[in-house]
Structures are given as structure tokens and as C-alpha cells.
């Protein structure tokens, strides 16, 4: 009996120091040691890195800034459709490469939730600089909200609005505990292992054109680490814990057809936030993951629009019975 148990006791052991040995690496923020700023194509960061940068800019003053992250193994590009829309009508875009995304530093590595709102607030901070008093805003999408929602409760970012579009709220607590376990366990035995998810048969978007020309990008990823996965899911989760903490004027945008996350988890994440006539959360109809690519996806972009220059009005989607509120605010 005492050698079976001295047997369990060295197993357990040796499988902890196999979990500790093969840990998800993820990359430690550097000191802060240079002052933020913009150059033609890039940002640098707080740290030096520099993120590639795209702009969209109007021909006149523009009326507001929309600063946009994107989202999971995409790049800066993905606003590119719905950035030239805005600009012709006097809005300001700007888009980076985040870290370890598009052509930015250290491709297919997950640099971790602290750096993502680090780069975040310098960015901001930078815009800020540039265009004084107008009215900024963040629109993150997917992954890309996650990270909005996790800067507004770690930092004091100056935004006047967010636009969180189909957000990644899909965290730990809403994944079986099967899927948990060997999630844990492949990104401690395996981080360096990568996977495609073709196998899952998720539709993102109705737009097949554009679906394929992402396959066909080298800057976007198509096969994942496995500890770029775990990360993912731990910030998923933190957005899902801090959109209960949303106190700007928010627009919360989710597609009807997502089969990307799961609407019991935006309704879980979104129900206790929804405060006031600023913050909604809308269903679109025809809505896919990818909203703002979707066959339909002007209609995403107008919304966007006159919620940005009137945060009260009705939104032109309701009025033409393409989308619904998923939310009422809360009394």
C-alpha cells in the first residue's frame, strides 16, 4: 500500500513538473521608456514596438475619430470596407496590427490581456494629441471588444463611446468542463502545438467572397497555437467579467446567425450593463459573426454612423425592421 502511494505521490510530481516546464509562455510587458507616437504606417508603442498602422481619413474636418481593434488572427485591414464608408462621410478611422497579429511583432504568439490595454491607452493617449476635444471612440470586434472591455476596467482610457461588435465574451465559465480540462492540459503539455478549427464547420459570415480572400492573406492566421487559444479564453473571460462594469455610452452589436459566440453568453455578459438610452445591445436579423463584413454590412455601418453622431436617436436598422434591441436597459 505505502508503495503504491509513494508511486501516486512521484507521478504527481513528475506530471507538475512537465505542466511547469511545458507552461504557456506568454510575453512580459517592458518597461514603459519612450513617449507613444504616430509615424507614416506605424505606431509606437509605449515599449518602442511598432505596430503597423492604417488610417481613413476625411477630405474635410472630420467629426469624430473611431479607433478600431480587430479581431482574433485578423489584422487591421478587417475595417477597411467600413472605414472608407465612414471617412466619406466625416469620420476619422484608424486601425493597428495588435501584437503578435498582421505585420506586427512576434506573428502567431499571444503577447497577453496587459500588453493589448497598454498599446490600447498609448494609442489612444496619441489620437488624443492629434485631435484634441472631438469625440473619440473604440469599436473592437470580436476579440477586438474583449480587449476594449478589458482596457476600460484596467485603465482610464478617454473615450467618449464604444462599438463592441459580436464581442468575445465567451469565456471558462461558459465552456463544458471536458473542453476546460483539456484546454488546461494541452496548453501546459502542448503549447507550441498548432490547430486550424476547420473541423468545428463554424459559418463566421454569408460573405463567401470575402471569407475566401481572408484564406488566401498571409497576414491572417490560419493555424493557432495552442497557448494563443488559452490566452484567448482568459481574456474572453475577462471581457465577459468586465462588460458588467460598462459605464460609457455603449453600442453592443450581435448577428441573429453568430455561430461564434453563443447569445446566452453576450444576453449573461450585457443583461447587468445595459443601463441607459446610450448603451444598447442590438440584434441584426441577417447577422453573421462578422458583422461589419457580412452581405449586409452597410447596414452595421450606418448604425455605427448615427449612433456616433447622436447616440439617442433610433438607430436606421430598427426603423427599417433589419435589426431588434436584445437588451432593454435596466430600470
Known amino acids: 500500500m505505502k508503495l503504491q502511494s509513494r508511486s501516486t505521490l512521484y507521478l504527481t510530481l513528475l506530471l507538475l513538473s512537465l505542466l511547469t516546464a ?148 465567451r469565456g471558462w465559465r461558459a465552456m463544458p468542463l471536458w473542453q476546460q480540462w483539456g484546454l488546461r492540459l494541452a496548453a501546459h503539455t502542448i503549447p507550441w502545438q498548432r490547430f486550424t478549427g476547420e473541423s468545428l464547420g463554424v459559418v463566421a459570415s454569408d460573405n463567401r467572397a470575402m471569407l475566401i480572400a481572408l484564406g488566401r492573406d498571409p497576414l491572417v492566421i490560419k493555424k493557432t497555437r495552442v497557448d494563443t487559444i488559452y490566452g484567448l479564453v482568459n481574456l474572453m473571460q475577462a471581457g465577459f467579467d468586465d462588460a458588467q462594469q460598462l459605464s460609457v455610452p455603449a453600442l453592443v452589436l450581435y448577428g441573429e446567425k453568430d455561430q461564434v459566440i453563443p447569445a446566452a453568453a453576450v444576453r449573461a455578459a450585457f443583461g447587468p450593463a445595459i443601463r441607459q438610452p446610450q448603451q444598447r445591445l442590438q440584434l441584426y436579423r441577417n447577422g453573421y459573426h462578422m458583422l461589419l463584413r457580412d452581405l449586409q454590412a452597410e447596414v452595421v455601418w450606418r448604425d455605427i454612423l448615427s449612433w456616433v453622431r447622436d447616440s439617442a436617436a433610433p438607430l436606421p436598422s430598427q426603423e427599417l425592421q433589419l435589426s431588434r434591441p436584445f437588451l432593454s436597459p435596466a430600470p
Open 22 to 169: 511545458c507552461a504557456p509562455k506568454f510575453i512580459t510587458p517592458a518597461e514603459s521608456r519612450v513617449t507613444p507616437l504616430m509615424t507614416v504606417g506605424q505606431f509606437v508603442s509605449f515599449d518602442g514596438a511598432r505596430l503597423p498602422v492604417q488610417r481613413w481619413l476625411p477630405q474635410g474636418p472630420a467629426q469624430a475619430v473611431i479607433i478600431a481593434l480587430h479581431g482574433f488572427n485578423d489584422y487591421a485591414h478587417f475595417i477597411a470596407p467600413a472605414a472608407s464608408w465612414w471617412s466619406a462621410r466625416g469620420i476619422a478611422v484608424y486601425a493597428y496590427d495588435q501584437r503578435g497579429f498582421g505585420a506586427a511583432p512576434d506573428h502567431g504568439r499571444w503577447p497577453g490581456r496587459q500588453m493589448f490595454t497598454l498599446d490600447l491607452q498609448a494609442f489612444v493617449s496619441v489620437i488624443r494629441q492629434q485631435y484634441g476635444s472631438l469625440p473619440v471612440y473604440l469599436l473592437g470586434e470580436s476579440m477586438g471588444a474583449a480587449v476594449v472591455l478589458e482596457a476600460l476596467a484596467e485603465t482610464k482610457l478617454q473615450v467618449d463611446g464604444v462599438i463592441l461588435s459580436a464581442p468575445a465574451v
